[in-house]
């Protein structure tokens, strides 16, 4: 039924005329006439009685008045809800990242602010596992991640990412023979819980190589794990992008032979509906 058959019904009962009530709906009084005909006929009974004195409800009219006035708070009410809801879905963006897009995600939330005023964005380190999920369940709109992803989720790549060895500055390092840098050093890693990702293409990549590795002092952050090599405590394997942040005392070596590349790209969930996400993805495609 359309609603507004009902609130045509509610005004008019309310008004007791068709030449008030074509007022305040702003229509004729002929439009109006024929919705109530039209709500009429779907009812199947007589709604008003007609006179020179104006529109006076029947008595199905005035048994059926109250349940239709609720029906029309409740549909007034729902569309409020679905306006807020709306406004709030479009002047908020939720975005997750891996240390391989530092640069690139706050780069990008940076010139969305400068074109749209009053939105609210917020960007965390989450690994791309987890990313994949929150994309999926909706509880995340943009994912920066490793390639490929889940479907349905779509996803452009960005740009590829290796493996460095990250070492105390000063330190020999012999690109063909790293496994001498592994012997005079501890391995130092991120806790796997925190980087699952990175914790798993440091073990690939020790295994393709046949490099033999003890590690140790396990940090829960890479500023930490930086700040330890800086102080001579050991070395890492770290995605290439912490050049993005590397503090003073720590330099990258390339490494040679095989080891572990893998993509780097911007993911949504294309079954859920965000114009600020895809906003936002323009600025991203730009780049």
């Known amino acids: 039924m359309d609603i507004k058959l009902l609130r045509a019904f509610i005004t008019l009962a309310d008004k007791g005329s ?16 024929k919705q109530i005909q039209v709500l009429e006929k779907i009812l199947s009974v ?18 059926l008045y109250p349940e239709a006035g609720d029906l029309l708070k409740k549909h007034d009410v729902f569309l409020n809800n679905a306006l807020a809801i709306q406004k709030e879905c479009v002047s908020k963006l939720s975005i997750g990242l891996g ?5 690139i995600a706050p780069a990008c939330v940076n010139i969305l602010r400068e074109k749209y005023q009053n939105i609210e964005v ?10 994949s ?49 592994l012997n005079t050093y501890r391995l130092l890693q991120i806790n796997s819980i925190q980087e699952p990702c990175l914790a798993e293409k440091v073990d690939c990549f020790l295994k393709e190589n046949n490099l033999n590795a003890n590690p140790a002092l396990i940090t829960d952050d890479i500023h930490s794990l930086l700040a330890l090599i800086s102080g001579k405590n050991g070395v890492a394997l770290l995605p290439e992008s912490v050049s993005n942040f590397l503090p003073a005392g720590v330099v990258l070596v390339k490494l040679k032979g095989r080891h572990s590349m893998w993509q780097i790209g911007v993911a949504w969930n294309p079954l859920i509906q965000n114009v600020l996400r895809d906003k936002f993805l323009q600025i991203v495609f730009q780049r």
């Open 18 to 33: 068709y030449h008030a009530a074509s007022e305040v709906l702003y229509m004729t009084q002929p439009t109006l006439t």
């Open 46 to 63: 007589n709604l008003f009685q007609r006179g020179r004195h104006g529109a006076q409800l029947t008595m199905a009219g005035k048994l």
């Open 99 to 103: 240390i391989s897009s530092f640069s």
């Open 122 to 131: 917020s960007l965390n380190n989450i690994p791309s596992s987890e990313q």
């Open 133 to 181: 999920k929150m994309l999926l369940d909706g509880l995340l709109h943009i994912g920066f991640i490793r390639l490929p992803v889940l479907q349905p989720l779509k996803a452009k790549v960005l740009m590829e990412e290796e493996l460095v060895l990250a070492v105390p500055s000063g330190t020999q390092v012999d690109c063909q023979n790293i496994q001498s840098v």
